[in-house]
């Protein structure tokens, strides 16, 4: 009985692991470090994820998406909770997830700021060392800190001139 | 009698199929069958901390929760009305932002004091955070005046951004310690988005500031028309004062020494000098957080609360 559960639980892990992110298909939700826990009680499987943004709208497509894997794999009951406790971050993304990011044409985010104290303003275009996903080039430039979702910045690069998404720092 | 067909049907027959299929993309169900809507806060440990009111708990996140859903509403009008594609999406990103803190507070002032929701029709499904969004009249609505005053133009935009972002921002960075773990938990993830907000806010207010004569002329004519607004901020209310002294919230008082520190900063770079304006009353002392708001705080929730009124049962 006992190695029964550890079995279900390894594999609800297994199956969990490999749902993908609804905006960023090429990566899983366990790459981009939203999976948190995935665990089987006598209720069934019990997953949590943290939200990348507070106001991320795919939540609830991961949810839907996580719930329907596992009922697929034989699990009736699925409870997926949201885990606030920490807040999530980029550094959170896996060494897969970067390399599947950058393959993707995504730029993968660089070390997320920590602060001590009143968070400093910062006045001039950010500097970052991002380096252009299509050629390799380090000479670019970002066009706007904000993109097509809350997770990214728009950047360019200034020898091949591709526009690419970063994702940014948080 | 037959049905009628214009052509022959495949599946890419009709480009509005696709649109009804999956009802969690609809903030307000796709009126055929409402899907209830997944709790923001689910399986958080929603238990008040030894010691506080509840209620006060409850009124102190519709301050903060209206606050960012008022500010996030004036910034979603202006989708499709950027200066550029670029500042366009920057302002609909905040605006996400800010909804999705506003979604949470609601959540949590209703799991902490459910007497705040409004009472919709037996049957009806519209979660708490909606019914508090949807179904409150304006004096009900705890937010500061500053963010429900009508848009301008661009530079009014940026100008009330950065005195929102800057307050904002200040306030969470000690809420995040909040012994409300909900509320601490909020607070953590709201200082990492808004310092992005923050940036982009004082970084525009430099660039027109230091652009044209009409760029400056526009950025300053938006700060001093909403200067008026900005010490009601600070003024500690009584709900405050007592989820302060709990450790449950802040002292907006608390911060403002700080905050105006990060507005010097900006004014100074920018070459530009605080304009003089006077605070704007109340009605009888009563502002914002109090619910006695200005004009255009029923006109924005006419707008934004017309759709939900019409259906509160989520069917049409």
New interface residues.
């Given amino acids: 009985m006992m190695e029964m559960g550890k079995l279900s639980a390894a594999m609800a892990r297994k199956v969990a692991e490999r749902v993908t992110d609804p905006e960023l298909p090429m990566l899983t939700l366990a790459d981009l470090g939203v999976l948190r826990d995935v665990r089987v009680t006598d209720h069934g499987v019990e997953v949590?994820i943290t939200?990348t943004?507070?106001?991320?709208?795919a939540?609830?497509?991961m949810?839907?998406d996580l719930t329907r894997a596992l009922q697929e794999a034989g699990f009736a009951e699925v409870?997926?909770?949201?885990?606030?406790?920490?807040?999530?971050?980029t550094d959170w993304i896996t060494e897969r997830g970067r390399r599947a990011l950058r393959q993707h044409g995504i730029s993968p985010p660089g070390v997320a700021?920590r602060?001590d104290g009143?968070?400093a303003?910062?006045?001039?275009?950010?500097r970052r060392v991002v380096v252009c996903p299509q050629c390799g080039s380090n000479r670019t430039e970002v066009?706007?800190?904000?993109?097509?979702t809350?997770c990214k910045a728009?950047y360019r690069c200034l020898d091949c001139l591709e526009p690419f998404d970063h994702v940014?720092e948080? | 009698m037959s049905e009628i067909h214009t052509h022959a049907p495949d599946e890419h027959g009709n480009a509005y199929d696709g649109l009804l299929v999956d009802d969690?993309?609809w903030a307000f169900g796709s009126g055929q069958e409402f899907e209830h809507?997944?709790d923001?806060?689910?399986?958080?440990d929603v238990t008040v901390p030894d010691g506080v009111d509840p209620a006060a708990l409850a009124s102190y996140c519709l301050m903060l929760g209206d606050d960012a859903l008022i500010m996030s509403q004036r910034l979603a009008e202006l989708t499709s009305r950027g200066p550029d594609l670029?500042?366009d999406?920057?302002i609909a990103?905040?605006a996400?932002?800010?909804?999705?803190?506003a979604?949470?507070l609601l959540a949590r002032a209703a799991a902490a004091g459910p007497t705040v929701v409004p009472t919709l029709p037996e049957g009806s499904p519209v979660p708490a955070e909606d019914a508090l969004a949807f179904f409150r009249g304006d004096q009900q609505f705890r937010n500061v005046r500053m963010v429900e005053v009508p848009n301008g133009d661009f530079g009014e935009t940026v100008a009330r951004l950065l005195l929102f972002s800057a307050y904002r921002?200040?306030l969470f960075?000690r809420l995040a310690t909040s012994r409300d773990?909900?509320l601490a938990?909020?607070a953590?993830?709201?200082?990492?988005?808004m310092?992005?907000h923050?940036?982009?806010a004082?970084?525009w207010f430099?660039t027109l500031a230091q652009g044209t004569e009409e760029s400056r002329r526009r950025v300053l004519a938006g700060l001093t028309g909403l200067l008026p607004l900005w010490p009601e901020l600070f003024e500690t209310h009584e709900v405050e004062a007592a989820v302060a002294a709990t450790g449950v919230g802040v002292d907006p008082a608390a911060v403002e020494a700080?905050v105006e520190?990060?507005l010097d900063?900006?004014f100074a770079?920018s070459g530009v000098e605080r304009p003089d304006t006077r605070p704007l009353a109340g009605v009888q002392r009563l502002k914002g957080r109090d619910g006695r708001h200005t004009e255009a705080l029923s006109r924005l929730l006419a707008e934004m609360q017309v759709v939900a009124r019409e259906h509160p049962t989520g069917r049409w």
């Fill in positions: 949590a939200p943004y507070t106001g991320c709208p939540m609830a497509a949810r839907d409870a997926v909770r949201v885990d606030l406790a920490e807040p999530w971050t700021p602060h009143p968070i303003l910062t006045l001039r275009p950010v066009t706007a800190e904000f993109g097509s809350a728009l940014k948080i | 969690v993309h809507s997944e923001p806060l689910a399986g958080v670029e500042e999406i920057a990103n905040i996400l932002d800010l909804l999705g803190q979604r949470l921002l200040a960075q773990t909900v938990a909020v953590a993830k709201g200082v990492k988005e310092t992005y923050r940036d982009f004082g970084r430099l700080e520190v990060v900063e900006v770079v």
